[in-house]
């Protein structure tokens, strides 16, 4: 009857374990903020372009080295590109002379719909295009709006899947930028 | 007498000697056709291989060799093109990899976490192997150590001397009605 008892208390203890971890393990996948991805670039390099400008000089990310780089992939048919045009915007506006750059990188778009889309809605930071998504692969895309923040060193240190609100890039550019530098 | 008896011999052992050499011909054939069976796999072929290998990172289950979405095709190309610069199947994986993460992969890699896919089948099975003859060997002892108990058919005679050895001791009231029921018994059964 003992041997019952104990075989039952310790089959009870092993789903006791099983739960907790489980539980353990959707907390954890809960407390996570869903837009901020996991890319397996944060922290790395962020890989080079040089690519044409719908209406002005190429870009060359190297050549941007020592300023912080937001990379913004978008598309004119993507409607949550155009909820977070505001936000861009704002943050080029206010951070350029602090050493920050603003870039778009259009994504499976023609030519002439990013144009009317950047005359549109008034987009004043650079936009590239990115024929063949050769750009977009080496950045993992998934799809558009997704955003890099590149830092001085040219290491990318935040990648957000989704649209990024003003509040929260200014945040993040503010934490780069350090104390007083604007 | 020699000659038909080593013929006889012969003749008897070219059964047993035919399964070797079978055996001995279809490893040779096998190892020809692992090292040099295959003609070289066009670029074409070798961009079908690695774009089968790769997940399509925006579909569901489907391989980048398979998917219809635009970002499946761009990546074809950027396959074709590599393949045509000159880089092999792993280091155009690699890139990918580096890109989207080991998630871009069909298979899993056999490292970190995901090896446990490959391993614990096979740790499950031996500790299913190992659970299985300790139960068998549990099982064994114990139907050595305890016998089923022997004795005579119930229709026998009534037990007694070495029979009885290991029965429990009736009284006399107990055993006739033991002995009432197996009359009845007897009575009811049909034939």
Not at chain 2, 28 to 48: K, R
Not at chain 2, 67 to 87: D, F, N, T, Y
Not at chain 2, 124 to 130: H, Y
Request: with cysteine; net charge positive.
């Amino acid at each position: 009857m003992r041997w019952i008892t104990s075989r039952r208390a310790r089959l009870l203890g092993g789903v006791a374990a099983a739960v907790a971890v489980i539980v353990a393990l959707l907390m954890t996948g809960l407390g996570r903020d869903p837009s901020v991805f996991a890319s397996p670039l944060v922290g790395r390099m962020a890989p080079n372009f040089a690519l044409p400008q719908l209406d002005g000089p190429p870009v060359t990310l190297a050549r941007l080295r020592g300023q912080i780089v937001v990379i913004n992939f978008w598309a004119s048919w993507c409607m949550e590109c155009q909820d977070e045009q505001a936000a861009l915007d704002q943050a080029w506006q206010q951070f350029q002379d602090s050493g920050v750059v603003v870039i778009g990188v259009n994504f499976q778009d023609t030519a002439g719909a990013a144009r009317a889309y950047v005359r549109t809605d008034a987009v004043t930071y650079p936009v590239v295009e990115d024929a063949g998504s050769k750009t977009a692969l080496a950045y993992g895309l998934r799809g558009v709006p997704e955003t890099f923040v590149v830092n001085r060193s040219g290491r990318i240190v935040k990648h957000v899947i989704g649209p990024v609100g003003a509040a929260g890039l200014a945040t993040e550019i503010n934490s780069m930028l350090g104390p007083g530098a604007q | 007498m020699n000659a038909a008896g080593t013929l006889r011999r012969a003749r008897a052992g070219l059964p047993g000697m035919l399964v070797p050499v079978a055996l001995a011909a279809g490893l040779a054939a096998l190892v020809i056709v692992a090292a040099g069976g295959h003609p070289p796999a066009s670029q074409a072929e070798q961009v079908q291989q690695i774009a089968a290998g790769l997940h399509c990172p925006i579909c569901k289950d489907l391989s980048v060799a398979d998917s219809p979405a635009p970002l499946a095709q761009q990546m074809r190309q950027e396959i074709a093109q590599k393949v045509r610069a000159g880089e092999s199947a792993d280091q155009i994986r690699a890139g990918f990899v580096a890109a989207y993460g080991d998630s871009v992969l069909m298979s899993p890699p056999r490292r970190g976490v995901a090896a446990v896919v490959y391993y614990l089948p096979v740790l499950v099975l031996a500790a299913g192997l190992v659970t299985a003859f300790l139960l068998l060997r549990r099982w064994l002892r114990a139907s050595r150590r305890d016998p089923p108990l022997a004795g005579p058919p119930l229709a026998g005679p009534p037990l007694a001397g070495p029979a009885q050895a290991g029965l429990p001791q009736l009284s006399a009231a107990q055993r006739r009605a033991v002995a009432k029921a197996v009359a009845r018994l007897r009575e009811e059964e049909p034939g």
